[in-house]
Nanobody
Framework: QLQLVESGGGLVQPGGSLRLSCASS????????IGWFRQAPGKEREGVSC???????????SYADSVKGRFTISRDTAKNTVYLQMNSLEPEDTAVYYC???????????????WGQGTQVTVSS
């Protein structure tokens, strides 16, 4: 059964760090583009970062302008897990974070077919 499970969320102070994990079962993360999205209360789901499927020349990554330089996406194929390292967190980063699998690394939610259940990230002092 195909499943994506996010973990690593929590409460952190502004300026702090968290590392989110997206563990996959039934889906090899190297064969899919994996995206991270977030949704804050009353706001639309926003693409945060993505990593492309592994090709002949490796893979590429993409970041939303709002997180560029602070967030890093990575993949461990041995553990079948994708990570989102989040540094210099700001209150505006507070949201439920979701990972998703699809064919192409984009920031559009409709390009992804499989979704996890989400993990809450709260940045507050």
């Amino acid at each position: 059964q195909l499943q994506l499970v996010e973990s690593g969320g929590g409460l952190v102070q502004p300026g702090g760090s968290l590392r989110l994990s997206c563990a996959s079962s039934g889906l090899a993360v190297g064969y899919y583009a994996i995206g991270w999205f977030r949704q804050a209360p009353g706001k639309e789901r926003e693409g945060v970062s993505c990593i492309s499927k592994i090709g002949r020349i490796g893979s590429s990554t993409s970041y939303a302008d709002s997180v560029k330089g602070r967030f890093t996406i990575s993949r461990d194929t041995a553990k079948n897990t994708v990570y989102l390292q989040m540094n210099s967190l700001e209150p505006e980063d507070t949201a439920v974070y979701y990972c998703a699998a699809g064919g192409t690394c984009t920031h559009q939610y409709y390009d992804y077919n499989y979704w996890g259940q989400g993990t809450q990230v709260t940045v507050s002092s």
